[in-house]
């Protein structure tokens, strides 16, 4: 396991204003190409998902078309997230049982497994700049999307 902080996206740096002020790579600057498509077995509730996040990350411009499976994965979990807290809204977070020392309070399993996909949820989400910090981080440039790639009085 690789030690220190991730990498910052290129794209997240140029629209930080490089902070660091360390040279970037000239492979890096170009933008997306192409958004993905979302492959034909994700359910109804992961397309609805996947169409929402494309759509902001697409905004960003931080989305190319080798992300598809990570964005499958992360539109994967949230739908699963929102149909065991459904799960859990309708049939509560315990249930009793007993035994030999009487009634017991327990949590239902489907709570851990909500918490895990919680965690999951804040990783992909902190690799994409889905975050509330990471958008602190986020300057906008006023050229409507523009990240300066094409103004050459822009210092990169």
């Not at 890096?28 to 077995?41: D, F, G, K, N, V």
């Amino acid at each position: 396991m690789a030690k220190g902080r991730k990498p910052t996206p290129t794209v997240i740096k140029l629209m930080t204003g490089n902070p660091g002020k360390r040279p970037i790579d000239a492979d890096t600057l170009t933008p997306p190409i192409e958004t993905p498509q979302p492959s034909a077995q994700l359910s109804a509730a992961s397309r609805a998902i996947w169409d929402e996040t494309v759509k902001e990350l697409e905004k960003l411009r931080v989305i190319a078309r080798i992300d598809k499976f990570q964005i499958e994965t992360y539109c994967n979990i949230v739908a699963r997230a929102q149909k065991i807290q459904k799960f859990l809204d309708e049939n509560g977070m315990t249930y009793l049982t007993r035994g030999k020392h009487g009634e017991m309070v327990r949590v239902r399993p489907e709570v851990s497994i909500l918490q895990d996909c919680e965690k999951q949820i804040r990783a992909f989400a902190s690799e994409w700049g889905m975050t509330a910090a990471s958008r602190t981080r986020v300057k906008t440039d006023p050229r409507q999307g523009s990240l300066g790639f094409d103004d050459p009085t822009a210092g990169y």
